[in-house]
């Protein structure tokens, strides 16, 4: 079937174009592809039927989020049935040329009107969208670009979904590049171990330490240059790898002493037993060696980095658990926000998904933990209390992420404190002795928070909270529980006495356990009971009282 309308869809609006002489504009020869080009020609076989504007920059980036899924918008929807749905008929049939052919299956069901998302088609689209703003009078000539580069813009920034305030995205990065470092630097290491071992064997146990390893490498170059005068510059490199190692917390194993160890390096070197090399192999070592040097610098910086982004974006989280393991977390969930909604069931097995579904396949037993193994806490826990204080961590790491994530002013302090309670459950473990409760903890955490916080005006906002934590009540002995329920029953019975007048002052609510309740409710059943008695009795009597008088009367009467 011929195409007889064409749809535009605009940065500004949906536009409708009457489509004449069709087969000049479709055959694929040259003068045919030409005249589309030339806005004389092609003018003559398009002509603008309506044009509808978008009715501001929100509704436009609504329609374009639904001609992107091949979705019909009401807007366009009222276009076409207003255009075109009335002027159909079996005698002059039409077909729309559509630019994508998940939208033309969905107008023809939307409206009825036949689509057209050919080649055909497409080429007719192509140039109505490249003279649109000659064919589009009604708007000026920057009209149309500006509308496209504002609708851009707005387009782009919803499909990204970018937010300036929470930075996960860089710590999910930053987190698979370091894991993807530390595999390069073992990997390249232990190459350059191998290559430069052929030259000088002894080395590989005299210094340990990968990354001090490399440094010596490009420091010495070939073992037959090492002499008492290069023996100063090693042991200043020495204690400079050993300061840093004692900066990060680190020690390296093998290395008495600065001076020692050089002096062993050059008896090795004098005595040593491996084959000499050109200087072209040296040259590559060395260059290798170098490599691996920039790549733990590299990462000793990414770690650095990472720390910062962490106590930025998670210090709760990052208090509790560390840089590394709280990343983990929020690479594994995919955001601190998807982690935040996780329950502390999920983030106790989040890593372990393949254990938990074998699990459950074979019916057997689930695993206790993921990602969190990896934390302190469960190394120094023993083996039988391993899960329990999986369990309890995944709690707290489940309190942390949500008061990272809806926090307006994120402190280290609830890390803190949550830390605290971990370390308080594993000296549970070990000796028995009763840990805090959350409640008094958050409590305690808040009020520090206040104190420092009280020039500020947002604290009377946060004030508050602070009287809807209460202390968690001790557990009291059966004969408080009994004088109890006798102090509550006689409240509730001077409520039902009293006439409810507004000066008296009211009785403060409290909540009662469920055999406080039961026993009211017993008490009340009695009373009301008895009260129907007496009711009953009084008005016995009455009837009574009244039968004796009628039978009175009429023996008076009678007589």
Partial sequence: MPITHALLESSSGYALFDVKLTED???HSQP????IKDLGKFGKMVELRSFVPFKSAAHALENINDISEGLVHEHLKSLIELNLSKSSSKKSPITLAVSESTLAGNIREATGVQCDASEKAQDIIRGIRLHAP???SSLGEDDLT???LGLGHSYSRSKLKFNVNRMDNMIIQAIALLDQLDKDVNLFSMRVREWYGYHFPELVKLVPDNYTYARIIVFLGDKDTLTENKLSGLEELLEEAQSDAKSTGDTLSGIESASTTAANIL???RNSMGSSLSPVDMLNISAFAQRVVSLSQYRRSLVAYLAT????VAPSLTALLGERVGARLISHAGSLTNLSKYPASTVQILGAEKALFRALKTKGNTPKYGLLYHSTFIGRAQPKHKGRISRFLANKCSIASRIDCYSDNPSTKFGEALRAQVEER??????GAPPSKNADAMRKVLEDLSLEDDADVEMDDAQPVLTTLEPSPKKKSKKDKDSKKKRKSHAMDVDVDEDGSDEEPAVKKVKLSKEEKKALKKERKVKAKAEAEMDDGQASKKNESTKG?????EKKSKD
């Fill in 25 to 27: 504009i479709v055959s």
């Fill in 32 to 35: 045919a592809q030409e005249s």
């Fill in 134 to 136: 000659k064919l589009l």
């Fill in 146 to 148: 500006k509308a496209q």
């Fill in 267 to 269: 008896s090795a070197a």
């Fill in 309 to 312: 982004k962490m106590n930025d």
């Fill in 426 to 431: 594993l000296n549970f473990f070990e000796t």
């Fill in 549 to 553: 008088k009628k039978e009175k009367k």
